[in-house]
């Protein structure tokens, strides 16, 4: 198709406005790639077209979701970055249900944000069985949120091909994963039941500050695609999100300490956690 460089600026712009995202001059051909099948879906012939429809005609946001789904990144697999959830399940975790113990609620509140199709979800749900074994006593949600709605059906039907369970512990897979067919592992219900899907824009104010008094974000392997604009702009939602003493946990080659200072940083072996002081 070809897109003109004035015509990925708009585009970029309103991607940037609507999701946070930004992409950089290089992406004009990935981006050319992603509007020539939302034009040929609407039987559109020129690029000037689309940016017109995106611009002025998407008053309820349903072409930008369309474009959303298409120009996200989604890689994902279950126990991502396991030293760190296992620094989570010894350090963190422990200490989380210490502080809800002592004030007498015993409930947790975690948000898997930028969630895709839900491995990160589903893997904190396997560790809170593991390591809580009152677990059933507590009211627990995970909250798992992505902008992009296909992933999160997949994320909603809880079934994973060999790729996205490989790195599961074989001591958790028998306990957590229920062959579905071929080559093919559902989440276990008692598991899964932890799990809530949600679709929510991390830029959408409004639909963030729901998120109350949360003890733990995890939004890993998302704000690598933010500026630090829009990526300042969510980690300040999550700091009003968590409860004091809550973590946030971030992607191994992201850091926060640029962008806000609100947060006390806690090393756990090669990673950082940041803690929202009590
Ligand atoms: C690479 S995946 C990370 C998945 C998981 N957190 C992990 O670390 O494996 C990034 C996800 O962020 C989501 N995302 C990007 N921008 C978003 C936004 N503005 N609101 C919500 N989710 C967003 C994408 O749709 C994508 O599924």
């Not at 051909?29 to 611009?55: C, I």
């Not at 298409?70 to 249900?97: G, K, S, W």
Request: contains cysteine.
């Amino acid at each position: 198709m070809g897109m003109t460089s004035r015509q990925f600026d708009t585009l970029r712009d309103l991607i940037y406005k609507s999701l946070g995202l930004f992409f950089e001059d290089a992406k004009i051909d990935f981006m050319d790639k992603r509007v020539e099948k939302r034009m040929a879906a609407l039987g559109m012939n020129r690029a000037e077209d689309y940016v017109f429809h995106l611009r002025f005609l998407d008053a309820d946001g349903r072409e930008m979701q369309a474009l959303a789904n298409l120009v996200t990144t989604n890689e994902t697999y279950m126990f991502r970055e396991f030293e760190q959830l296992q620094a989570f399940a010894d350090h963190c975790l422990p200490e989380a249900i210490e502080r809800r113990e002592k004030s007498g609620l015993r409930r947790l509140r975690i948000w898997s944000a930028g969630c895709s199709s839900g491995e990160e979800a589903y893997s904190l749900a396997v560790i809170l069985r593991e390591v809580m074994h009152d677990v059933d006593d507590w009211d627990i949600r995970i909250y798992a949120t992505d902008i992009d709605n296909e992933r999160l059906e997949m994320a909603r039907r809880g079934i994973y091909g060999p790729y996205a369970v490989r790195e599961v512990p074989d001591a958790y897979a028998a306990g957590h994963l229920i062959p579905a067919g071929l080559e093919s592992w559902r989440i276990h219900p008692d598991t899964a039941k932890l799990v809530e899907v949600r679709h929510m824009n991390l830029m959408d104010r409004a639909a963030t500050r729901t998120m109350r008094d949360m003890d733990f974000v995890f939004c890993r392997n998302v704000l690598i695609y933010f500026d630090d604009t829009s990526r300042k702009s969510v980690v300040d939602q999550f700091y009003s999100c968590l409860s004091p003493g809550g973590f946030l946990y971030l992607g191994h080659s992201e850091s926060v300490s640029r962008i806000s200072t609100a947060f006390k940083i806690r090393r756990l072996g090669p990673h950082l956690v940041y803690c929202k002081e009590a």
